[in-house]
């Protein structure tokens, strides 16, 4: 069964500085990947996916994920982070065989401050 | 993307009451997945559910869940005797068209809470 791995429960950083989420996956088959963030308050909102082609996936607000296969990776990574971006961001992980479950990290709480 | 709407967005119950949470899809959809987070947690797989059947379902998804279509349209989640720990957020899940992917579009979840 496939499993993810969140380190960091919490990143506080400022403004316009860049951050790194980082995300572990294990699994004995191919697998697709994803990040999702949740405003709060809110529902799951699909950020990125990795499922085939470029291991480098962008969002249309400036995120993007590197898969790295070697190292079981999908860390999350932002240059220049905006207030907006306080969030938590969820990583998951469903195996590359039809219409498997996702399974989820423990998250990751983004706290931009000024 | 597809829409999915919950009903209610919150409810409140006595522990031991039944609990019924809905979704409905904007459009037709034979897969749906429910998931929970309990405040301050992860997302949980509970259960999904094919064309009719349930097809996968964790652990946590004993006896005192179920999982109905009662309408064609509609999709619930039942807790028959709630209890405290079942306070959280339940989500309720449905893939693109043509999906397989395991990519899921979320609606905005039903918040339990259980006193």
């Known amino acids: 069964a496939q499993s993810v791995t969140q380190l960091d429960s919490q990143v506080p950083v400022f403004e316009e500085a860049p951050v790194e989420l980082r995300c572990n996956y294990s699994?004995?088959?191919?697998?697709?990947l994803f990040w999702y963030v949740q405003y709060p308050n809110q529902g799951l909102q699909l950020l990125l996916k990795y499922l085939s082609g470029s291991t480098l996936v962008e969002s249309i607000n400036g995120f993007e994920a590197e898969f790295n296969k070697s190292q079981t990776s999908f860390h999350l990574r932002k240059p220049s982070v905006h207030i907006s971006d306080t969030a938590e961001y969820f990583c998951?992980?469903?195996?590359?065989?039809?219409?498997?479950?996702?399974?989820f990290g423990t998250g990751t709480r983004l706290l931009v401050s000024p | 993307e597809p829409e999915v709407t919950q009903t209610p967005s919150h409810q409140v119950t006595q522990m031991g009451q039944e609990v019924i949470l809905r979704c409905v899809p904007i459009s037709n959809h034979l897969y749906f997945y429910w998931y929970r987070q309990i405040l301050g947690q992860k997302v949980e797989f509970l259960v999904s559910?094919?064309?009719?059947?349930?097809?996968?379902k964790s652990e946590i998804f004993d006896d005192q869940f179920s999982v109905e279509r009662p309408d064609g349209s509609n999709f619930t989640l039942k807790i028959r005797s709630t209890k405290l720990e079942d306070s959280a957020m339940y989500f309720c899940?449905?893939?693109?068209?043509?999906?397989?992917?395991?990519?899921?579009?979320f609606g905005e979840g039903s918040r339990l809470t259980v006193l």
């Open positions: 899940a449905i893939p693109p068209s043509g999906g397989g992917t395991g990519e899921l579009f």
């Open positions: 998951a992980v469903s195996e590359d065989t039809g219409f498997q479950k996702l399974v």
């Open positions: 699994s004995s088959v191919s697998v697709y």
């Open positions: 559910f094919y064309n009719n059947e349930i097809s996968e």
